[in-house]
């Protein structure tokens, strides 16, 4: 079936998502998180895009930007490759990262624009991994409220629509707002804790080390993961481990 083309959007603005393989860790450490930032900063400066948000949410990411100088394919696959090539490398593995072709939606008006916003910057809070927006590390909620943080995020645009405090309450109201089918989720440990007890009872780093133990050995420690009291779905999403597999695995 070929592919349906992309919405082009008339104000030059999108919302973009890319998860990993099968849903899998892209991101597994604080080193991770910031190599990817500091590939986008790269990229920015070749591409001539602006960024307007960000946040990174272990196994997928969200972009909000303006395309300027380079269409988005090519701007998304500059960021992407770079990051898989170094990803690769550190981890010793090969092959694909990130899941088929990035997801995005056009953003034409400033209602929009804004709660596109809101909702990239609640990600964390929605996922249960924290009460509030600012709480998390690897957002770009917290370049809103200090001009001198970071010159990578764009905020002109949306405080020039509304004051920094208008933002801050804006960013605190509860809403169901869903964008690219991405289904937040709220596990019953979170991601931090979950990997520190697969670090504790597999003894591996990360996704990538797990995937290389002896299947026996595997399913095993996946038996244990469950009765430790991760869920199916997130043991196969911080792990890498197709879901069925895990499903197989007996308490």
Request: with cysteine; glycine share 4%.
């Amino acid at each position: 079936m070929p592919r349906s083309a992309r919405r082009l959007s008339s104000t030059g603005i999108y919302h973009v998502m890319q998860r990993g393989v099968n849903q899998q860790q892209i991101l597994e450490d604080r080193e991770d998180n910031e190599k990817f930032i500091r590939i986008l900063r790269k990229c920015k400066s070749i591409s001539g895009f602006k960024l307007y948000a960000y946040c990174l949410m272990g196994n997928h990411i969200h972009l909000v930007m303006k395309v300027e100088d380079e269409p988005l394919d090519k701007i998304l696959k500059r960021i992407c490759i770079r990051y898989v090539y170094w990803y690769n490398a550190k981890y010793h593995r090969v092959g694909h990262l990130f899941q088929g072709r990035f997801k995005s939606e056009p953003i034409e008006s400033e209602r929009s624009f804004l709660r596109v916003l809101r909702y990239v910057h609640q990600n964390p809070v929605k996922a249960g991994m924290v009460k509030r927006p600012g709480e998390y590390q690897y957002s770009s909620y917290n370049c809103y409220l200090d001009p001198q943080r970071d010159s990578l995020v764009d905020t002109e645009f949306a405080l020039g629509l509304m004051s920094r405090e208008q933002f801050v309450e804006f960013h605190s109201q509860a809403n169901e707002d869903k964008y690219l089918d991405m289904k937040e989720r709220s596990f019953r440990l979170t991601d931090e804790r979950a990997k520190e007890i697969i670090r504790k009872v597999t003894q591996c780093e990360n996704a990538s080390e797990f995937q290389r133990l002896e299947v026996k050995v595997r399913n095993s420690y996946i038996s244990q993961l469950r009765a430790a009291g991760l869920s199916i779905r997130q043991i196969s999403r911080l792990t890498g481990i197709s879901k069925g597999v895990v499903e197989k695995c007996k308490l």
